[in-house]
């Protein structure tokens, strides 16, 4: 449509077009600004750091302290609860039996020492448990953050060869390293550690009066630190203490770090059997030293007795008579020893072990074990090419040493 504009007004067709511009930029402008606001807002958002995902690990660790801490309490409780129904002498030894004062105390104040004495002990066992675990987890994260051309180097070191995952490698490497004693080397250089810092936030005075007692020359507090540490780890400070040995507890799995922990959960369990292995050797060789000083102290005529109740040959010189006894002594050990694993088990497991073997499954646990004994006897006569009669019936029948199963 046409519209006539008066003669007077030539320009009103410019004006409007020129507004109408305007508004379009002025509109253009305005969302442009509203969409810079929202992109910084989503950007600040995207920023910000999520608090929320770290919450459930803190209340993870809350609640198990809180459930330690707990079950401590029940267990402070009823040993309290124990202690005040004993009798007040059986009391009063027991503290004696600790190292506790008893003089001018009541029963109640015994109970009280005794139960706090004990909950120290379970305090410092749980302590080094987790010393224990510290010290093969950072081995662990130290060895997995060694590149896999390290590893193999490592490897190749310790006789290790083969295409092996990375996996496989720090285990082994893990292995080899509980092996030689790096349990007990990495309590040592923790202890140390430990040391120095404490020796590096003590001033000069205290550093000093630490030096002339050791008869450490000091110079600067670096060097002082560094001395004390060397002449107390030359003095045995950080050597793996002698602890009282406290009932056994049922290991509890470790919430944290799950994915890791089994790992080190076995490390750790094969290095508790491993130094009672090597405790209970120790123990085994004391006995059999004490015995070989009794045996010496025998006449000839005496040890040839000694081996004929065993069926053993008796002749030679007194040398040859003590070492052939000295044998028989720690095959009638080993047998006694597995006599006494064969009846750990249960009846179920003996009869696995008998028919496994052909022999008859049935009848009284100990007449099972025994089967089982004869059998491994005859066989040990069979690897050694001796005959059933050459036992003899003695004391000492059934005096080899059992073969493994």
């Keep these: 449509q046409l519209r006539i504009q008066p003669k007077d007004t030539p320009h ?24 810079k606001r929202s992109r910084a807002k989503a950007s600040e958002q995207e920023a910000e750091p999520e608090p929320e995902e770290e919450q459930p690990e803190q209340e993870e660790e809350e609640e198990q302290q809180g459930g330690e801490e707990a079950e401590e309490e029940a267990v402070v409780a009823a040993r309290c609860k124990e202690l005040k129904g004993t009798h007040v002498d059986e009391v009063k030894k027991l503290a004696t039996g600790l190292g506790l004062e008893i003089k001018s105390k009541t029963k109640a104040d015994l109970v009280e020492a005794i139960s706090g004495h004990e909950a120290a002990a379970r305090a410092a066992q749980r302590a080094h448990a987790a010393r224990l675990r510290e010290v093969v987890v950072r081995k662990k994260e130290e060895l997995e953050a060694l590149s896999l051309p390290d590893l193999r180097a490592r490897c190749a070191e310790a006789g290790v060869r083969g295409m092996l995952t990375k996996q496989a490698r720090v285990e082994l490497l893990l292995k080899a390293w509980q092996e030689a004693d790096g349990v007990n080397r990495g309590l040592r250089e923790m202890r140390r550690e430990e040391r120095e810092r404490e020796l590096l936030g003590m001033g000069k005075g205290a550093l000093r009066e630490v030096c002339e007692r050791l008869g450490v020359a000091p110079y600067a507090r670096e060097i002082m630190a560094e001395r004390i540490t060397r002449r107390e780890s030359e003095a045995g400070r950080f050597s793996r203490p002698v602890l009282e040995q406290e009932p056994k507890q049922e290991a509890k799995p470790d919430k944290k770090d799950k994915k890791a922990g089994d790992l080190v959960d076995t490390l750790l369990a094969s290095e508790a059997t491993r130094k009672a292995e090597l405790e209970r050797n120790r123990k085994q060789e004391e006995a059999l030293a004490k015995k070989v000083k009794e045996l010496r102290a025998m006449s000839v005529e005496e040890l040839k007795k000694q081996l004929a109740r065993r069926g053993r040959e008796a002749s030679g010189k007194k040398e040859e008579l003590l070492e052939a006894l000295c044998g028989a002594l ?24 008998l028919a496994a073997r052909g022999l008859e499954a049935g009848g009284k646990k100990e007449a099972m074990v025994e089967a089982l004994m004869a059998r491994e006897a005859a066989l040990a006569d069979e690897a050694r090419g001796v005959g059933g009669g050459a036992r003899g019936g003695g004391p000492g029948g059934g005096a080899a040493a059992p073969p493994t199963p």
């Design 12 to 35: 009103r067709p410019q004006i409007g077009k020129a507004m109408a511009i305007q508004k379009r930029k002025a509109v253009a402008t305005s969302a442009d600004r509203v969409f």
């Design 330 to 353: 720690r095959e009638e050990e080993a047998v006694e020893a597995r006599r006494a694993a064969l009846r750990a088990l249960g009846a179920e497991e003996l009869k696995a072990a």
